[in-house]
């Protein structure tokens, strides 16, 4: 069974930069349209990022817009998510996803997660 | 900030029936858009629970059950049981917005 693995997460100031990555293991990779999914403390979902299998597509939900960057390497079966201009919204937990084609468009795999952190 | 309500919280006792709502418009759910659920347990990652508005992935148990209608749907737990204490999500597809899920529901069984 596939499995993601996300790491990256730490402690910033606002304004810095911090880049996730979100390692998959034992899944055709190339199938999967990867996401970025945060849930900041004691609130719900918010979806963040999406990019296609061959990364020629990429959508970033506003409040990223502009800021963050998706992108993945099919060859090490990796995405990242390169965040600049941090601010202390960001902070939550940031989900790896995907979505593949056997369940329609839902995101049918999940990681456990990585706790970005923004504050002075 | 998220464009699918559902209610903060719904609770019933072992064995009941709970019904947890998601209501969108036209520019999702409406705009024929599939609903799918996910059901975070405390402290760990949403895992997909319902998709394509009613079908359940293999090891999810039939006691859950959606439907869709309109602009909402609906996840239905028969026989509630100790361990579906949780939150639970839906998510959708936008057409300005992109994914987008709903507000959570947490369940709690009394």
């Known amino acids: 069974e596939g499995q993601l693995v996300e790491f990256g997460g730490g402690l910033v100031k606002p304004g810095g930069s911090l880049r996730l990555s979100c390692a998959a293991s034992?899944?055709?990779?190339?199938?999967?349209?990867m996401n970025w999914v945060r849930q900041a403390p004691g609130k719900g979902l918010e979806w963040v990022s999406s990019i296609s299998g061959s990364g020629s597509f990429k959508d970033y939900a506003d409040s990223v817009k502009g800021r963050f960057s998706i992108t993945r390497d099919n060859g090490k079966n990796s995405v990242y998510l390169q965040m600049n201009g941090l601010r202390a919204e960001d902070t939550a937990v940031y989900y790896c996803?995907?979505?593949?084609?056997?369940?329609?468009?839902?995101?049918?795999?999940w990681g456990q997660g990585t706790t970005v952190t923004v504050s002075s | 900030q998220s464009v699918l309500t559902q209610p903060p919280s719904v609770s019933g006792a072992p064995g009941q029936r709970v019904t947890i709502s998601c209501t969108g418009s036209?520019?999702?759910?409406?705009?024929?858009?599939?609903v799918h659920w996910y059901q975070q347990l405390l402290g760990t990652s949403p895992q997909l629970l319902i998709f394509g508005n009613t079908n359940r992935p293999s090891g999810v148990p039939d006691r859950f059950s959606a439907s869709k209608s309109g602009t909402s749907a609906s996840l239905a737990i028969t026989g509630l049981q100790a361990e579906d204490e949780a939150y639970y999500y839906c998510q959708s597809y936008d057409n300005s917005l992109s994914y987008v899920f709903g507000t959570g529901t947490k369940v709690t069984v009394l």
């Open positions: 996803a995907g979505r593949g084609y056997t369940y329609g468009d839902a995101f049918e795999i």
């Open positions: 036209s520019s999702n759910i409406g705009a024929g858009y599939d």
């Open positions: 034992a899944l055709s990779f190339t199938d999967y349209h």
